[in-house]
């Protein structure tokens, strides 16, 4: 079965989306500090190379919201029926002027009533009520006033009902004010709890062709009628005071009666009472010199609400904003197919993102970079850890699968360099796998360089490392919290894919501390809060140390600042700026219990206050513990280079001191 429907734009050979441009650059503002979530954002604000992006449709959005204004005025009815009070007036005095046959004195004192008009429009119009107009024109065109006023009412609330009531007779006056009585009765009804579904089929069986919008229940008609009237009680703000004045005024005669206004004013009154939420007291500043009527004035009313509405989704700054809320079909009506086939592409490139495995939404609603796109950032950074490590070693990458002894059972990608024997079962398995994949057929199985796996080495011990990373007011402020981030996630990738036996602690210590897992640290935006809380910290640390006896402890501190908080024994948080004794105190304890579980302490001081650096050395002397103080750029190759060294020290020897290579060629020092 074939299914059809409306052509939405833009160009239907077109392929799919490509998210490669926008993993590339989520990836790098994630590196460079972004959340995964800011990261999305960003990249759909801006777009593509050849992809325009949200502010661009929003910048539209917005221009031609000011063209609107800019364009317009509210004087088109008030003119209109100026015009069409002079003409009357001109014609009745053209007729006055040239029938020969009329009675002097009447001439005269109807010559008088014309030339003693008043010059407010409204007040004119109500003066000519009761003219016996002599000219038939001039009768036309003032009745034309009374036609124009009726149709621009009922247009204000009812789109189209100015053409569609364009030369109508009494009847279909008639049936007009029969539809606002059912209208309203119904509406009454609604109001008070009363109506039922019935009493909506029978409404618009009776009356339907007056509502093309075609509503389906009373909720969808009320939304309908409520927006439209909203958006006439707003044009009606927006006019001067003068100008509402003579409006009300000249209201009085639509159709020449005020039955009109009077159940328009009952309409209004029900549909405020039943959709409250409209914006009814809101105005424009209208400075354009084409003037509109009451109907087309209403409608650009409603324009410049459904532009608003369009600029707040597309600003996606409001909790839970999704680019599926983006109104696709009001998008068209304001700025036209493009912006639209726009808009619905990066929708389209959002959830080919979710479904790439790369990015997802959490139960929280914030999009999450997937265990998979960690690993590709991990290793990303990993590689540049390396990069620096061998350029200032004069080494090659860090490539090893382990030192040389008993296999470990586990195996990895071949990668260059690597002298580890194969994994001769896994290679094969690849190669199968891959070519099956491939759809290739025939005997024998080709081997790619990608099928490759080395098998691992065991002749190491295992570590419980506890990665402690300021994450402080000052480490925020003093542009510290990428270096920190990216270091966190390079140490992280660099556990679990070449020493899977180690074990990692991630803790994070502000005014609190808490542990935390790699994705949660990656995403963490920055904090604000005063304190650097390295007592609490360090109990963390312990306990992981704890839950692994058999495992050698490696303590690694990086941190911009002295301890400013501690915690009490009821667990609530002492700060205190400068230090406390107490603060000192505590830290200092915790930190010699990590001494006494055999951690192996290396501290990152980041900063040149001479303060912390006497504080840190200090600390490290009292744990025969060792200070680096590396440049930002270099943080991560120094806790990576630190965490090798320890490794390299523990297949040496089982103390701490001696065989801790110097892996920051200068840039960093020893202390301590």
Same mark, same amino acid.
């Given at each position: ?24 650059? &989520? ?40 063209? @609107? ?16 009070? !002079? ?8 007729? @006055? ?13 109807? +010559? ?33 006033? /009374? ?26 006056? +008639? ?30 069986? /009776? ?39 003579? $409006? ?6 639509? %159709? ?10 009952? $309409? ?21 010199? +084409? ?16 532009? !608003? ?49 790369? $990015? ?11 265990? /998979? ?24 990458? @860090? ?28 290679? &094969?398995?690849?190669?199968? &796998? ?64 070449? %020493? ?39 109990? $963390? ?50 930190? +010699? ?12 001081? @980041? ?38 060294? !320890? ?26």
């Amino acid at each position: 079965m074939s299914r059809y429907k409306k052509y939405a734009g833009g160009d239907p050979l077109a392929p799919p989306v490509d998210i490669a441009e926008a993993l590339d650059a &989520i990836g790098e503002d994630v590196m460079s500090g972004y959340s995964p979530e800011r990261a999305m954002r960003e990249f759909l604000r801006r777009g593509g190379q050849d992809q325009r992006g949200l502010d661009d449709i929003a910048r539209q959005v917005a221009e031609r919201r000011r063209e @609107l204004l800019q364009r317009h005025n509210l004087d088109g009815t008030l003119e209109q029926v100026r015009e069409l009070l !002079d003409k009357a007036v001109l014609e009745e005095r053209k007729q @006055l002027a040239r029938d020969v046959t009329m009675d002097d004195g009447d001439r005269a004192f109807r +010559e008088m009533q014309i030339d003693n008009l008043s010059p407010n429009t409204a007040a004119a119009v109500s003066e000519l009520a009761s003219y016996d107009w002599t000219s038939r024109e001039a009768r036309e065109a003032y009745e034309e006033i /009374k036609d124009l006023l009726g149709r621009e009412l009922l247009d204000q609330r009812f789109k189209g009902m100015k053409q569609a009531l364009e030369g109508a007779t009494d009847e279909d006056r +008639e049936a007009i004010a029969e539809m606002l009585r059912d209208l309203n009765e119904l509406l009454d009804k609604h109001n008070r709890g009363e109506d039922t579904p019935e009493d909506f089929d029978e409404f618009m069986a /009776k009356h339907g062709q007056y509502f093309p919008e075609n509503p389906q229940n009373i909720d969808e008609l009320l939304d309908t009628l409520a927006q439209r009237s909203a958006a006439a009680q707003r044009m009606l703000n927006s006019m001067s005071a003068e100008q509402r004045r003579e $409006l009300m005024e000249l209201s009085q005669q639509a %159709f020449g009666s005020p039955a009109l206004m009077e159940q328009m004013a009952q $309409l209004d009154a029900n549909l405020q009472a039943a959709r409250p939420g409209e914006d009814w007291y809101g105005s424009e500043e209208f400075g354009g010199g +084409e003037g509109l009527g009451l109907g087309d004035g209403t409608g650009v009313l409603q324009d410049i609400a459904e532009l !608003d509405q369009l600029s707040e989704q597309l600003q996606q700054s409001y909790a839970g904003s999704r680019l599926d809320d983006i109104d696709l079909d009001a998008l068209s009506r304001q700025l036209g197919d493009q912006a639209a086939v726009d808009a619905r592409t990066l929708q389209e490139l959002e959830q080919a993102l979710r479904d790439s495995g790369q $990015l997802e939404r959490g139960s929280d609603g914030d999009l999450r970079l997937t265990p /998979k796109a960690m690993r590709q950032l991990g290793k990303a950074l990993l590689r540049d850890v390396a990069q620096r490590l061998s350029g200032r070693q004069g080494e090659r990458d @860090l490539q090893r699968a382990g030192a040389a002894g008993d296999l470990s059972g586990s195996s990895r990608p071949w990668a260059f360099g690597d002298t580890e024997p194969w994994d001769v079962p896994r290679t &094969i398995t690849n190669a199968v &796998i891959r070519e099956v994949g491939e759809g290739r057929r025939g005997p024998g199985v080709r081997l790619s360089v990608d099928d490759i796996e080395v098998q691992e080495t065991e002749a190491r011990t295992q570590a419980a490392v506890a990665l402690l990373v300021d994450t402080s007011f000052s480490m925020a402020m003093d542009g510290r919290w990428v270096p920190m981030k990216r270091t966190a996630l390079a140490l992280h990738t660099l556990i679990k894919s070449r %020493f899977r036996n180690d074990d990692l602690q991630l803790i994070s210590f502000g005014r609190y501390a808490q542990t935390m897992e790699i994705e949660k640290l990656t995403a963490l935006d920055a904090i604000w809060d005063k304190g650097t809380n390295l007592h609490h910290a360090l109990l $963390l640390a312990n306990r992981h140390f704890r839950k692994h006896p058999g495992a050698q402890p490696v303590l690694l501190i990086v941190t911009d600042g002295e301890p400013t908080a501690h915690l009490e024994a009821g667990g609530d948080v002492w700060f205190s700026y400068p230090p406390h004794p107490v603060t000192i105190a505590r830290s200092v304890e915790e930190l +010699e219990n990590s001494r006494r579980l055999g951690a192996q302490t290396t501290f990152f001081r @980041l900063g040149d206050d001479p303060g912390l650096a006497r504080f840190i050395d200090s600390m490290a002397r009292r744990v025969e513990g060792r200070v680096v103080a590396p440049e930002l750029d270099d943080l991560g190759a120094a806790v990576v280079g630190s965490y090798l060294g !320890d490794r390299t020290a523990r297949r040496t020897s089982n103390s701490y001191g001696g065989g801790y290579p110097d892996a920051f060629g200068g840039r960093g020092w020893w202390a301590g």
